[in-house]
DNA sequence: CATCAAAACTAATAAGCGTTAGTTTTGCTT
DNA sequence: AAGCAAAACTAACGCTTATTAGTTTTGATG
């Protein structure tokens, strides 16, 4: 049977990892088999193991490399000048933004890392941990700095990161809506609030 | 050994589907054993087919249990005489209670849903459909009567919906924080937003 | 065209799965 | 105490799983 196309996608292993993003966004990672992801190739199940270790292993690339690009965003974030507010604005776009351009990666990473093994799994919580963290102290910035009301701010991160998150469920409705639109009633319903 | 217990719990079946949520919670639907389940409870898996016929109606029963719950509680809501304002805030009240209380069961619902199959999973999706279908009727009565911002409603119920389910998260910090006070900062921020 | 590693293939393994069949135990009712 | 249904048990089935071993094909290199 034909090789893994290494054009398009950069390596073997990055078919594989973005392969397996979809079907294990679909029916779930421990629902999915080798022998079908194989399939979705184009290739026999064993073929796989020329490129990847493991299933487990997928499943790995798949929530550190979102993980990755979070922290990294976060990163800026934190260095630029802006105030409190642009800050979360930013934060609160750039989520949606990747919510909607790699969903199947972020909506795996979501919500199939409980099926990591140790020590990836342990990894994968203290990074959540951290950026958790990191979002917290910058809305703990921005009460001291009178900016926002009064909150817990883990409750804030908390509806902040499950509002964006909620977007694994958009994808129905992506036509009668666009995104723009979308992004600025979403930064305006959680900043604002809905009350007029 | 011993029979499975039926006092405090009702049935034996609503034993079986209260460890089945509390299993299927932690390591999800497709990856929990009967073998397992079995164990948690106490006995042999082939014993617990004299109270159920398959794994998968342990999952319907535990979807449909918890969509009932949240229609019935609609239903009042539509009925009562509040204001917009006042039925939103009984609205994600009562999700976060739901939350707290059968957190098993409303995790499971949430989440492993997608693993049920045809006819149920088609019954629950129009459930699904028909509760968000009448939130978002609420608030574009919200909307017209001048209670609240011109915000698609259905990115409003997005955010909401997906604010209390993110207190999945929440079992950590249960200590730190009064579940009144937690209730109150929810209603805060997803009412009046996070801005001074 | 010969070479050689990369990557495909086929075949097979051991383990685990949901579930069924058939049997024994349990514990209330008479 | 006897009887009987409910619910436990043991044993096993057929199937799927991830993965390994060993072999053949592919396709770029000299």
């Known amino acids: 049977m034909a090789k893994i196309k290494a054009v398009k996608n950069g390596t073997k292993k990055d078919v594989i990892t973005q392969k397996g993003a979809a079907l294990f966004r679909k029916k779930g990672f421990a629902s999915s088999s080798m022998r079908e992801l194989a399939d979705n190739i184009g290739v026999e199940a064993p073929s796989l193991y020329n490129h990847i270790g493991s299933k487990s292993e997928i499943l790995e690339n798949i929530c550190f490399k979102v993980a990755g690009e979070f922290n990294k965003h976060l990163d800026e974030v934190e260095k630029d000048n802006e105030n409190v507010v642009s800050k ?8 949606i933004h990747m919510m909607l351009d790699e969903f199947d990666e972020v909506y795996v990473a979501n919500r199939e890392w409980k099926q990591l093994k140790d020590p990836f799994l342990n990894d994968f919580l203290n990074q959540r941990k951290n950026y958790e963290g990191r979002f917290v102290n910058i809305i703990n910035k921005g009460i001291k ?3 926002l009301k009064k ?11 499950s509002a964006v998150r909620g977007l ?3 994808q129905r409705h992506k036509k009668n809506i666009h995104i ?7 930064v305006t319903h959680l900043l604002n609030g809905l009350k007029k």
């Open 88 to 95: 979360l604005e930013n934060l609160i776009r750039f989520h």
């Open 145 to 147: 700095a009178g900016e």
């Open 151 to 161: 909150i817990n701010p883990h409750v804030a991160v908390l509806i902040i990161l």
């Open 168 to 170: 694994e469920f958009w």
């Open 180 to 186: 723009t639109d979308l992004e600025n009633d979403m």
